[in-house]
Every structure is written in structure tokens, then in C-alpha cells.
């Protein structure tokens, strides 16, 4: 099979929108995927639901942001699309969005899930990095982009991955993940960090981000063995 897999595209509304592309190019760019790839799995952190304008209502930030996206909201509710959710969109889990996906082909089995579960606060203080989320997002509103810059590229800088497996508690984390769901590959999103690492018989993978004005996704096929970052 032959499976594309993008995330962490953060859509969302007004100033706190962090997707950085026309809608037209990236329907143009979505329309690539499918016709060379047979599924396409949105791993994550799709839309942006932590910006609306009063902290926690996410419900509110998810429908906003669907608003000021309608064509991208309907391509995705196509067949040949599957949608795993983050943290940034785990209100859709109220829709039946998954945490987790596992797709079985040409004798490989692999596990999609975005790596929020990761984080250290992610039991019991989830709030916080919420209301972080939150302040940013009102520091663009009232014109503090730099702020809100800053704080970004010094949260992208600490989740940057170690080329030693190992060595990464992120890649840790999700090799044994993937052993306790019997996987051969893991695939992940949520640091923003492209990339494909292995260890020992099965293999890690990232899908890097499309938010602020990028572009980037993993081409897996696994009749041919290939995984790559593209």
C-alpha cells in the first residue's frame, strides 16, 4: 500500500491561524497526494482548537476554524483520507477521531499516533501548555507576533530529536509503543521534526509539520519497503 502522511497543520481562525498557506496551493498540493498515494492519514494537530477567544472552548475554536477553511474541512472527509487526532484537536475525539490507527499491508504493520501522549504533563496538567497555546495566541492578536515567535522557535529547538534513538525520549517512547501494539513501523507527528530513524528490526518515523507556510510529509509504500520524508 502506499500511504502519504502529513500533521500538525494547525488551522484555525483570524490571527490565530498558524497554516501559513493559501487554501487554494495546498488543495492543489492535497490533489498531488492522491493521485500517487492510495490513502493519506492526517496525524495530528489538523486544526487548531486551543486559540478561541475565551480560554477552553475548543468546540468553539474547532468550528471557527472549519469555517475559515470549508473546502480543506470537506476534502478531508473524503474515503481515501484517514484522520488520527493531537492534542491541539483532541476535541474531535467527540466526533470518533482516534488516537491511534493501525494499518496492516504486504505483510508490515504499522501505528499511526500523533506523540502527545509523550509529554510529560500530558497526565494531570494538560491545562498548562493549554493556556500557554492560549496566551500566544492573543499575543498575535494585540501584536506581539515576535512573542509569539520567539516562545515557538524555543518550543521547536526543545523537541528536537537526537540521532542516536536511544539517546531521544520521544523515539523511546514510541519504539515501545510500538512494541506493545506488535508494530513494525511507528509513525508520529508533534515535534515538527521530519524525519525516519531505525532500531533494530522496526523503524521510527516523523511527518514533520505543514503549519507556517511549509510543506512536508512521509511517502511510505510497503509492498516496496520505501519510507521516506519528502
Known sequence: ????????????????????????????????????FEKIILLGDIWETL???????PQEALKN????????AQRFDRDNYLY?????????????VPSEAII???????????????????????WLPELFVWTGA???RIGLKALYDMCYALDVGLSKPNIYPMRDSFQRWAYSLARHRNADVVVTGHTHHAMVS????????????????KY???????????YAVC
Open 1 to 36: 500500500m502506499q500511504i502519504a502522511v502529513i500533521s500538525d497543520l494547525h488551522l484555525g481562525a483570524g490571527v490565530a491561524d498558524n497554516f501559513g498557506h493559501s487554501d487554494i496551493d495546498f488543495l492543489a498540493f492535497l490533489k498531488h497526494l492522491e493521485n500517487d
Open 84 to 96: 488520527v487526532h493531537g492534542n491541539h484537536d483532541i476535541i474531535t475525539e467527540l466526533e470518533g
Open 104 to 126: 496492516e499491508s504486504d505483510g508490515v504493520r504499522l501505528l499511526f499516533t500523533h506523540g502527545h501522549h509523550h509529554d510529560w504533563y500530558w497526565d494531570g496538567l494538560r
Open 138 to 140: 492573543w499575543a498575535r
Open 198 to 213: 531505525e532500531h533494530g528490526s522496526m523503524m521510527f518515523l516523523n511527518s514533520g509539520n505543514c503549519s507556517e507556510g
Open 51 to 57: 486559540t478561541a477567544m475565551a480560554p477552553y472552548r
Open 65 to 72: 476554524a472549519r469555517q475559515s477553511h470549508p473546502e480543506l
Open 216 to 226: 512536508s510529509y512521509l511517502a511510505l509504500d510497503t509492498k516496496r519497503d520505501l
